[in-house]
């Protein structure tokens, strides 16, 4: 029996228009236990919508561990190549995962204290808060009133040495419950969207590079970003601009001499546009909070020059001119109208195209609020694929 795909319920905020392509909820099928030809229906699902959906399901760490390996069956280890990820407490990510003991490749997140479980004797858990994060914090009194913001947009990836996790599942255990927020994006524009309480927001990497205009279009096909070694350790002491999406430029980043013991060969050079191995559509991936440099190849040789940007090529090392460009790119794209804030349920399970979305966790919660997940991704088996020639062909010549 063919499984059954229904549009997600989208917020009031959503323009529809905008997501007649992205995420479904998936019916008719028990996700941990997929026969061969069921788990090939959601593989091209996942590819052809980005995000999915299955309500009410009963999960050991032990099925979702096996679901999302089988995206990418080469791939074993978690996401950020380290299955005791508390041990990484120089890392940004060492407060918000705590690692299954007896599958190390999930891991339980969420807020508030957690006690005997799987294998857990007491697990005490922070939601990870634009306070601790971000330069400027919404008010305390606003924070009263249900004010909050993203927390970092970004993709789930170590961004050195491994390659980012094709597929990410997580697994709604304990979903708090109470009104709903308004995440503020505080950039001037007067920006806000009513989020549920503990969201995690999406939104779609095409996209983002289908809004683009046709100069940035033709500068996003042709470059790369290189990431800096131990990103996450990196940018450590820095802090994120006000709606999540990059880091502020104040020189606060942990200097390369004194990050962990790092290699040239195992810092990620990753092309800014990845190409969606299912429909071929271009998705515009980056983590901008990770992101050093910036290298851009030449124009073709046949392609029309004006108002071309870096038109012979270039190397970006100026931090801000970088950030300011990746954040011209992708602002458009986390309009409120365009975020898909999705309503946990417990015993939901959304896996996601990490090589097709970025994701934000929402929101703040009070100690004693639990929020409790379980996550998995694993490192890829390969890097992503970037635009092939004829897409660079296509979308660089077209600058007037």
Known sequence: MAIELIPLPLPPSADISK????????????????????????????YKYDILLFRDVSLTPEQQYA????????SDNYGHGNNNTENTNKSILHPDLKTIPRVPQVQLIGNGTVYNHEGLAEAKLTHPSHTTFHKTRVSPEDEARGVTRFYRWHIDAALYDLSPPKATTLY???????????????????????????????????????????????????????????????????????????IETEGLEVPFDELPPWEEAKCKTLPVVWKNPATGHLHFQVHSCGVAELVVDPLPDDANRKGALYPDGAHLTDLEEVRDLLYKMQRPAIAPQLVYPHD????????FHN???????????????????????????????????????????GCV
């Open 172 to 246: 709604g255990l304990v979903v708090p419950k109470g009104p709903q927020q308004v995440c503020r994006y505080d950039d001037g524009t007067g920006d806000e969207l009513r989020v549920p309480l503990g969201t995690t927001a999406f939104v779609s990497g095409k996209t983002i590079f289908d809004m683009l205009p046709a100069e940035l279009k033709s500068l996003a096909v042709r470059s790369k970003v290189k990431y800096a070694p131990h990103p996450y350790v990196w940018m450590a002491h820095a802090r994120a601009v006000s709606t999540g999406l990059g």
């Open 19 to 46: 997501f007649e392509g992205f995420g479904r909820e998936v019916r008719g099928v028990d996700p941990g236990h997929l026969d061969p030809g069921q788990f090939a229906e959601v593989q091209e699902a996942l």
């Open 355 to 397: 090589h097709g979305i970025l994701h934000s966790v929402v929101g703040a919660l009070a100690k004693d609020e639990v929020r409790a997940f379980h996550q998995c991704n694993l490192a890829a088996s390969d890097d992503p694929v970037g635009p092939s020639p004829e897409d660079i062909k296509k979308w660089a010549k």
């Open 344 to 351: 946990w349920r417990e015993k939901d399970l959304v896996i």
């Open 67 to 74: 679901l999302t390996k089988a995206f990418d069956p080469k």
